[in-house]
């Protein structure tokens, strides 16, 4: 019975080729699956990077849990900036997602320690080259500030959320300024030049 043997062995040629491909295919995943498990283990950070570089915390008019219509609460805090300002990571961590959706627009999610997501939403584009799985740092630029999603009639912003495993929380009390503090020493202007947007 030459032929089943030959069969056989094509047989078993044409499996492992097909579990290599399955394999190599969804092997990206896995690894991001691995980092997160790590993650789940490490402590959530409690101190988070303003994504936008030049923006101080003080400038932010707190809308968490703001009405939002339909019943809806603002669920994160509205950064606003020029159309293309660059959006940093708050947070060192994995790429989670990046995608499109009604209200959110262009989105970039970030899973970082204590497996809490980092929601960026209304990017006007994406940053080149960044993929789902990648690692990032507080230095990582995610993509461009604008207004897509429900934010269409809006001035372009940043709306940044934090998710927990139940659910939401305000990102605010978090943020920290990157500007220098002799940067906050020179700050000279009265409190009320500050830009304060409502949204
Ligand atoms: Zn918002």
Do not use: C
Request: aromatic share 10%; proline share 5%.
């Amino acid at each position: 019975m030459r032929w089943v043997r030959r069969f056989s062995k094509l047989f078993a040629v044409f499996a492992v080729a097909l579990l290599l491909f399955v394999v190599t295919g969804a092997s990206d995943r896995l690894v991001l699956y691995a980092h997160i498990l790590k993650l789940y283990t490490q402590t959530p950070d409690t101190r988070l990077a303003m994504p936008l570089e030049d923006v101080r915390k003080q400038s932010i008019a707190d809308t968490w849990q703001a009405a939002r219509g339909e019943g809806r609460k603002h669920e994160g805090q509205d950064i606003f900036a020029t159309r293309g300002t660059p959006i940093l990571s708050a947070t060192s961590g994995y790429i989670y997602n990046i995608g499109e959706n009604n209200l959110g627009g262009q989105t970039v999610s970030i899973i970082g320690k204590g497996g809490r997501v980092y929601y960026y939403a209304h990017l006007d584009s994406y940053a080149r080259g960044i993929h789902i799985g990648d690692r990032v740092t507080t230095r990582t630029v995610l993509g461009y500030v604008g207004a897509t999603g429900n934010a269409q009639s809006t001035p372009p912003h940043l709306h940044f959320g934090v998710y927990t495993s139940s659910g939401a929380i305000n990102p605010l009390p978090m943020l920290t300024d990157r500007l220098p503090p002799t940067a906050t020493r020179q700050e000279t202007r009265p409190r009320s030049q500050l830009i304060n947007r409502k949204a």
